[in-house]
């Protein structure tokens, strides 16, 4: 584990062995079949068109350029459920997803992404895989979804607040009224070399907004696209970018476990969605891919993302 104080890590691979890659992708795939070209995870979803208009209060922390001073940075967002299943419902599928690039100036790219639930539900690559399996060797057994998170909280205490968080969302009114996680915890590094420990969280302008179950029950199957849409005619969809401060003892390598609430917060700046747009060929939203003044914790599970998104955008690209 790191110091959080002092940002110190720990060796990690930059990516897991391939046979976990492979099966974990497999077990993935299982969940509800293979849908040739869909993602593995968060199949269905849409991008927009937006900008992330910095605050320059990050620029004391990190040298990243999206985060000084008057920066206005372009940006393509990806909203979704994080169903395996393309054609599931809106409703059906609790969390929620929001991933964004950023694009830098000269060219390149860096990536947040985020979640409706405040941590994931395993610690580590392997764990992960067994949860995946145990998820589809009770699925096989006819199990309702009540039966599953006990199963799956009797076998992996570490899921346990990241399925009850999951338990507790309500269906939401847009994808522009979520609040949005991104879960594992980066450094920012300063011109000093300095590093800190940080968490990020978007947050919507106009506060958080959910349907009742009956309403919900009357939406169209694909109504947070329709809603969003909607939305963006008579003005952009704003989301509040905070960056979360750790401090000693908080676990960086853990994203089953949440911060205390008192950790410093700092406004980065806001990110204006303006239209929905068709989603860009290739577009992989890797959060293992950071900008200079950025990079990766001891988190495996962070890590592991990278060779499992690739795995997945090969199989998909390949029309499988």
């Known amino acids: 584990m ?3 104080q002092s940002g110190r890590t720990h060796p990690v691979p930059d990516s897991a062995p391939s046979d976990i890659t492979s099966q974990t992708v497999n077990a993935l795939e299982d969940l509800s079949g293979v849908h040739p070209g869909y993602r593995r995870a968060h199949a269905k979803g849409f991008c927009c068109r937006a900008s992330f208009r910095s605050s320059g209060l990050g620029a004391a922390f990190t040298t990243a350029p999206h985060m ?12 979704s459920g994080v169903s395996t299943n393309p054609a599931m419902a809106d409703l059906l599928s609790p969390a ?3 991933a964004v690039q950023f694009t830098l100036p000269g060219g390149d790219v860096t990536y947040l992404v985020g979640a409706t639930v405040p941590v994931f539900f395993a610690r580590t690559p392997e764990s992960f895989l067994d949860i995946m399996k145990t998820v589809n060797e009770t699925r096989e057994g006819e199990r309702g979804p009540i039966d599953l998170i006990r199963e799956i909280i009797i076998h992996f205490s570490e899921s346990k607040e990241s399925l009850l968080a999951v338990k507790l969302l309500k269906p939401p009114a847009s994808y522009a009224a979520c609040h949005y996680y ?6 920012f590094l300063d011109s000093q070399g300095n590093a800190r ?3 990020f969280e978007w947050l919507p302008e106009g506060g958080v907004e959910t349907l009742s179950i009956k309403d919900a029950a009357q939406q169209p199957e694909d109504y947070l696209m329709d809603e969003l849409r909607l939305r963006l005619e008579t003005a952009p969809a704003v989301f509040q970018l905070d960056a979360i401060f750790g401090e000693a003892g908080d676990p960086t390598d853990d994203p089953t476990r949440a911060w205390p609430d008192d950790r ?6 806001h990110l204006y969605v303006t239209d929905i747009i068709e989603e860009p060929e290739g577009l992989l939203m890797d959060p293992t891919v950071m900008a200079e003044g950025m990079a990766l914790s001891d988190d495996p599970i962070l890590h592991f993302r990278h060779s ?4 997945s955008y090969n199989r998909r690209s390949a029309g499988q």
Request: proline share 5%; aromatic share 8%; glycine share 6%.
């Open 2 to 4: 790191t110091d959080a």
């Open 68 to 79: 000084q001073e008057q920066a206005e940075t372009p940006a393509i967002v990806r909203f």
């Open 96 to 98: 929620k997803g929001m």
């Open 182 to 187: 991104c879960i594992h915890t980066y450094l």
């Open 197 to 199: 420990p940080v968490k």
């Open 264 to 269: 410093k917060r700092v406004i980065l700046g």
């Open 308 to 311: 499992t998104y690739t795995d």
